[in-house]
């Protein structure tokens, strides 16, 4: 059974940062992408950052230069640090780890709040 545990959401003031952190357990994780995806009241969710075991990064194009998406292969735990938060940036922010060999492998965390907000 894949579980993945958030942690690291919460309040923000624009310009502020805050680091995401999602630790995977249940197998093996080697062969898979980790990544980000959020999604904003009323909005589809969609891509923030994915990053290979292999250290290999995509980002939407938005958020590079603002973002930083990490992971610990040896802690099966990746991370997005956010900085220059501004408010557009609010949503609930997903982790996400899909099987590059069988991509119906797909797990989703359960979400946590980031708001960004003076």
């Known amino acids: 059974q894949v579980q993945l545990v958030e942690s690291g959401g919460g309040l923000a003031q624009p310009g502020g940062s805050l680091r995401l952190s999602c630790a995977a357990s249940?197998?093996?994780?080697?062969?898979?992408?980790m990544g980000w995806y959020r999604q904003a009241p009323g909005n589809q969710r969609e891509l923030v950052a994915t990053?290979?075991?292999?250290?290999?990064?995509n980002y939407t194009d938005s958020m590079k230069g603002r973002f930083t998406i990490s992971r610990d292969n040896a802690k099966n735990t990746v991370y997005l640090q956010m900085n220059s938060l501004k408010p557009e940036d609010t949503a609930v922010y997903y982790c996400?780890?899909?099987?590059?060999?069988?991509?119906?492998?797909?797990?989703w965390g359960q979400g946590t709040q980031v708001t960004v907000s003076s």
């Open positions: 990053i290979t075991s292999s250290g290999t990064t």
């Open positions: 996400n780890v899909q099987s590059r060999i069988f991509p119906t492998n797909n797990y």
């Open positions: 249940g197998r093996t994780f080697s062969s898979y992408r």
